[in-house]
C-alpha cells in the first residue's frame, strides 16, 4: 500500500513523516512540499531552497521489506533518482559519491537516508531535495536546477507524482547487488579522470576508480589506490 501526503509548507519532510507514521500503517508513504524552511542534508548539513520552485520529498518504506544494506540501499536510490532524472531530461545524469545528483557539472539534487523506528517498525527514511525552477544560486556555488541545466520548466505536481511512482515501483523490484554496483559505478561522476581532491586540507590529483559495497571510494594517487568513506575527501569541481 502506498500514501501520499502534501504539505504547503514544513521545516523538514524527513522530520515530519514521523508524525503520519504515528496514525498511518503503509509500506510506502512519502510526504513533500514545495516550501521547506530548514531542511537537512548528509552529517548535519543544511538544505536550502527557494519556495515554490523546489521539490522537498521523503519517502518512508518499511526496512523489513529489503535485504539489502545500508549502503546497498543508498546506492539504489541514488540509481533510481538519477534514472527519473536522465529519463526525464533525456540527459546524462551523474552520480556524486556518495548520494548527490550532477547534471551538466551542477548539483540538483541531494539525498539524505535515515534508520526511523515508529510505532514498533523500523523505516528507511528516503529524504529528496530536487531543485526544480530555481534560476538563481550563489556565484560560487556547485548548485544548479533542472530548468538552468535544461532550459525546461516543469509543472512541480506532476514532477512529484511521476517521480513517486516510479521510485515506489523500482523498490518494489530489488536486483541484486552486484546489478547495484554495476549501475552505480557506471554512473559515477568523474570516474576514471584526473581530478583535484582534498585531503587533511591538502590538494592532490587522483583518479576515482571505483565505489565498493562497503560505502567506500576507491581514489587513485600517485602512491596507489586508496579508499575513503564520506567526509575524509572533498573532490573539487
Given amino acids: 500500500m502506498s500514501q ?11 522530520d515530519e513523516i514521523s508524525k503520519f507514521l504515528l ?31 523546489n521539490l522537498a520529498y521523503t ?19 541514488a540509481i533510481i533518482i538519477r534514472d527519473y532524472l536522465a529519463n526525464l531530461t533525456e540527459n546524462k545524469v551523474k552520480i556524486k559519491w556518495p548520494n548527490d545528483i550532477i547534471l551538466k557539472n ?8 535515515e534508520k526511523k523506528k515508529i ?15 530555481q534560476e538563481e544560486f550563489d556565484e560560487i556555488s556547485n548548485a544548479g536546477s533542472l530548468f538552468t541545466q535544461t532550459g525546461e520548466e516543469f509543472k512541480l505536481d506532476e514532477f512529484t507524482l511521476n517521480l513517486n511512482e516510479f521510485l515506489v515501483e523500482k523498490l518494489k523490484n530489488i536486483p541484486s547487488e552486484e546489478e547495484i554496483m554495476n549501475l552505480f559505478n ?6 576514471d579522470e ?3 581532491f582534498e585531503v587533511n586540507k591538502t590538494r592532490q590529483n587522483g583518479i576515482i576508480r571505483r ?27
Fill in 186 to 191: 557506471s554512473s559515477l561522476f568523474r570516474k
Fill in 194 to 196: 584526473i581530478s583535484v
Fill in 119 to 133: 510505532n514498533q517498525n523500523n523505516y528507511f527514511i528516503i529524504g529528496c531535495g530536487i531543485n526544480v525552477l
Fill in 106 to 113: 551542477k548539483k540538483i539534487a541531494g539525498i539524505l537516508i
Fill in 4 to 14: 501520499l501526503f502534501y504539505l504547503k509548507e514544513c521545516p523538514s519532510t524527513n
Fill in 211 to 237: 565505489a565498493d559495497k562497503n560505502g567506500e571510494l576507491l581514489i587513485e594517487f600517485e602512491d596507489g589506490l586508496h579508499s575513503f568513506y564520506h567526509k575524509e575527501i572533498k573532490l573539487l569541481y
Fill in 23 to 53: 496514525y498511518e500503517n503503509s509500506d510506502f508513504m512519502t510526504l513533500y512540499t514545495f516550501n521547506q524552511t530548514r531542511g537537512r542534508g548528509q552529517y548535519g548539513n543544511t538544505w536550502s531552497s527557494t519556495a515554490e520552485k
Fill in 59 to 77: 519517502l518512508a518504506v518499511k526496512t523489513q521489506n529489503f535485504t539489502l544494506s545500508d549502503f546497498m540501499f543508498n546506492y539504489y536510490t
